[in-house]
């Protein structure tokens, strides 16, 4: 995966301006920078969910580009800006997100593993409205791992978060840190620390 | 520029003057005089007014479609720019060709609207111009609403069709070539009443009021590139 | 692609059982706005052009009032972001489309069902058009109104401008299947109808073709 020259304007006013990086599988890169300085921008480009006003990010696997359709997939994604359909419980948010993906038959071992983890299989039949807002935060965490994305972009990883979320989410990135790719745009010099490199936005 | 501008100011003063002054007569002997068309008569020297700006107003509407098409393709804000002055300049001559066409009608038909196909469907190409100036006034991201409002723009786009080749065919109306057109010979010019002289200056018109079209849009290019890198600096200063 | 779409489809139609956010709002605007037309008539006799028009004013403004929804409700609740990374443009077009015809179908149903109640003129002659009629342009309602509805969601002053933008665009259906009903109440031979029938299928085409061209610019910011 590599990003070139990535732009973005807001009102012809640069958030981003030309940044260009490369990351292979096993690699880990922090976006760091002031409040406003573009980090959740460019992780948003980065997923694919809005585009650059110039410049491009592009996604290989064994020598050819991949398309918007193809990665999608590969993807997962946390963001305090991402909302669930909060009418429904854990579980059928889980189907309806695997249903709409189409990934197949729903792997319960790893939905189960993965709720274990985050600490919310007691409440799955719950109505996520009910939930609090870590609870939510743990749950976009099981919606963002349970396709097995190869890439995993998180934006504010541990905000809202106890302890507990906190040593959840420090695993699942250590094991991202081994074998995929992980983005991680943060202001909080420790969770900066859990890549091996640092990109800082903004001036 | 120069002769866009001298040239549209020149050909719409001389349609004025011809179109006006130039007599009727039963039996057109010299290039200095129109025939008289049946249920038109003196009414037909507005020919040379409402059907250039009405073209002129579909005109507009097509270049408008096309840079907002062009923006979509590469985010560049000149389209953009483009896009609306085109808009702006199509809505003006829609208003003047609507006029026209009103007066006409009053004359001719008796009164000001008489819902006859192509006069609904300049009344909907009125109300797509204003939608479009609404959509575009409701977002506040420079971006978003070009992009929108491109968006927008083609969508309306694609009725356009319906409207001027399907909609006169099927309803009655009262334009020539309408359907229930008494004298059923299509629109004025296939049937062949309008004169060779006419025609010339019918197309002297048509020529000008394009050329006035076209000055138009590039003053209100220049005049929006310069508020532009007005704005930009005093960005700067700030 | 289509288990997809039909994924998306019923995702709406799960939501919107759940809150009758729509459905509600729907219904109720059926009832105003024929017992408006109740009023304006004050037991005139109506004819069959002016019913037939009435008809599908009632339709038209109560789909402006409950159409924008599939794209607005996502915009206010946050959720785009989250459909934008699990499904691919054209999935999220056909599902929402998917979902807009089937509520524009219920409400004409719906209008139908009172019309035939309340208008003893209100008689349809001829079932085969106007099932078609009422068929084809909901089709042809809902294929404009989903691109116009994705639009809005993204603009700011929604509720407001959605009828402003869609009245343009609707013109020539809603006068299409207009003169189509008159058909149908009046009970003229099928083959009369058949050019209004060939002008909405062309239209649904036209515009949904379109929109699926277009809606990804709409749809990622």
Redesign the interface.
Request: proline share 2%; net charge positive; hydrophobic share 50%.
């Given at each position: 995966m590599h990003a070139e020259g990535v732009s973005k304007k807001f009102n012809r006013r640069n958030v981003l301006r030309d940044i260009s990086f490369a990351l292979a599988p096993g690699d880990s890169l922090a976006v760091t920078g002031k409040n406003g300085s573009g980090k959740s921008t460019l992780v948003k480009i980065l997923a694919g969910v809005l585009s650059p006003t110039s410049g491009r990010v592009v996604y290989e696997a064994s020598g050819s580009r991949l398309s918007s359709d193809e990665i999608r997939p590969l993807i997962g994604f946390v963001s305090p800006y991402l909302q669930l359909y909060d009418e429904f419980t854990a579980v059928e948010i889980l189907d309806i997100i695997a249903r709409i993906r189409s990934s197949g038959a729903h792997e319960s071992a790893r939905r189960r593993m993965l709720m274990e983890q985050f600490n919310l299989w007691d409440r799955k039949d719950d109505i996520v409205r009910t939930y609090s807002s870590g609870m939510k935060q743990r749950l976009k965490y099981v919606v963002a791992l349970e396709h097995s994305p190869s890439i995993l972009l998180l934006d504010e990883p541990t905000s809202n978060l106890d302890e507990d979320g906190i040593n959840a989410v420090r695993k699942v990135v250590s094991e991202y840190g081994k074998s995929g790719v992980l983005v991680v745009a943060t202001n909080d010099a420790v969770e900066a620390a859990w890549c091996s490199r640092q990109l800082k936005v903004g001036s | 520029m120069t002769f866009v501008k001298y040239g549209s100011i020149a050909l719409i003063s001389f349609v004025i003057v011809a179109g006006i002054a130039i007599p009727l007569t039963q039996s057109p002997q010299s290039w200095l005089e129109f025939p008289v068309i049946p249920g038109l008569e003196e009414k037909a020297r507005n020919i040379f007014f409402h059907v250039p700006t009405a073209w002129t107003t579909v005109l507009a509407f097509l270049v408008s479609m096309v840079y907002g098409f062009r923006y979509l393709r590469t985010k560049n804000p000149d389209y953009d720019q483009k896009s609306v002055i085109s808009a702006g300049l199509g809505f003006m001559f829609c208003i003047l060709a609507t006029v026209t066409g009103a007066l006409w009608a009053k004359f001719n038909w008796g009164s000001y609207w008489n819902w006859d196909p192509r006069q609904t469907s300049i009344f909907i190409l009125l109300l797509i111009y204003g939608a479009y100036f609404s959509l575009r006034s409701a977002v506040e991201l420079e971006e978003k609403r070009a992009s929108l409002s491109a968006v927008y723009a083609i969508v309306a786009g694609l009725t356009v069709p319906f409207f001027i080749f399907i909609m006169p065919r099927m309803m009655t109306g009262l334009h020539p070539g309408a359907q229930g057109d008494s004298s059923g010979g299509g629109p004025l010019f296939q049937s062949g009443m309008m004169a060779g002289n006419m025609r010339v200056l019918f197309y002297v018109a048509l020529v000008g009021f394009n050329l006035l079209y076209v000055w138009l849009f590039a003053l209100r290019l220049r005049i929006a590139r310069l508020e532009d890198r007005q704005r930009l600096r005093q960005h700067r200063e700030d | 692609m289509i288990?997809?779409i039909m994924?998306?489809f019923?995702?709406d139609v799960?939501?919107e059982l759940?809150?009758r956010y729509a459905l509600n709002a729907l219904l109720m605007f059926v009832v105003t706005t024929v017992a408006i037309i109740l009023f304006a008539l004050r037991g005139e006799h109506a004819g069959p052009t002016v019913l037939a028009g009435m008809f599908w004013v009632a339709v038209f403004f109560t789909a402006m009032s409950g159409l924008s929804r599939s794209f607005v409700s996502e915009e206010e609740?946050?959720?785009t972001?989250?459909?934008?990374?699990?499904?691919?443009p054209t999935?999220v077009y056909f599902g929402k489309l998917l979902f807009n015809v089937m509520l524009t179908i219920l409400l004409v149903a719906g209008v139908t069902i009172v019309y035939l109640a309340v208008f003893p003129a209100f008689e349809i002659n001829d079932m085969s058009i106007f099932l078609l009629t009422v068929f084809l342009g909901s089709l042809g309602l809902a294929s404009?109104a989903t691109?116009?509805a994705a639009?809005i969601a993204?603009?700011?002053?929604r509720g407001t401008?959605y009828p402003?933008?869609s009245?343009?665009?609707l013109?020539?259906p809603l006068?299409t299947v207009m003169?189509a009903t008159v058909k149908s109440l009046e009970g003229t031979p099928f083959s009369d109808a058949m050019?209004d029938f060939v002008?909405l299928i062309s239209?649904v085409m036209?515009?949904t073709a379109?929109?699926v061209l277009?809606f990804d610019?709409?749809w990622?910011?």
């Open positions: - | - | 288990k997809q994924a998306v019923s995702k799960r939501s759940r809150t609740r946050g959720t972001m989250t459909l934008q990374l699990i499904a691919s999935t404009a691109i116009i639009i993204k603009a700011g002053s401008l402003v933008l009245f343009p665009i013109i020539v006068m003169n050019v002008v239209y036209v515009m379109g929109s277009l610019y709409v990622k910011d």
